[in-house]
Nanobody, 123 residues
Framework: QVQLVESGGGLVQAGGSLRLTCAAS???????MGWFRQAAGKEREFVTGISRSGDNTDYKDSVKGRFTISRDNVKNTMYLQMNSLKPEDTAVYYC?????????????????WGQGTQVSVSS
C-alpha cells in the first residue's frame, strides 16, 4: 500500500520561504510526482510536476521562478522549495503520485494522494 505524507507547511509572511516535503512508502521512483494546491472555495490545481528520473519538470506559470520541485529516489522523497511567497499562494498543498510516463496537469491521472499540508502567506 503506497502512502504519501506531506510536511513543512506553516504560516509565513509575504516574501518568505517554505520547503515542503513528501515522504513516500512503496513504489516511488517508477512514477512521476506532482504538487497540487487547493485554496478555500476553489478547485484543486496543478502547481508543479517532476518526471520519474527528475530530469524533467513543469510549473504553473504563476509559480515559475519562485518554486522548485525536486526528488530523491534513494530516500523516496519529493520536495517543493517555495520562495518569494505571495498571499495568493495560500492553500492546502498536496503531493500525489502521477503516471509512469510524462508529467500530467490533470488530477484524475494521479491515483495516490497525501493528506495535505496548509501553507498560509500573510500580507
Amino acid at each position: 500500500q503506497v502512502q504519501l505524507v506531506e510536511s513543512g507547511g506553516g504560516l509565513v509572511q509575504a516574501g518568505g520561504s517554505l520547503r515542503l516535503t513528501c515522504a513516500a512508502s512503496g513504489a516511488f521512483s517508477t512514477y512521476s510526482m506532482g504538487w497540487f494546491r487547493q485554496a478555500a472555495g476553489k478547485e484543486r490545481e496543478f502547481v508543479t510536476g517532476i518526471s520519474r528520473s527528475g530530469d524533467n519538470t513543469d510549473y504553473k506559470d504563476s509559480v515559475k521562478g519562485r518554486f522548485t520541485i525536486s526528488r530523491d529516489n534513494v530516500k523516496n522523497t519529493m520536495y517543493l522549495q517555495m520562495n518569494s511567497l505571495k498571499p495568493e499562494d495560500t492553500a492546502v498543498y498536496y503531493c500525489a503520485r502521477g503516471p509512469k510516463y510524462g508529467i500530467s496537469w490533470f488530477s484524475s491521472e494521479y491515483i495516490v494522494w497525501g493528506q495535505g499540508t496548509q501553507v498560509s502567506v500573510s500580507s
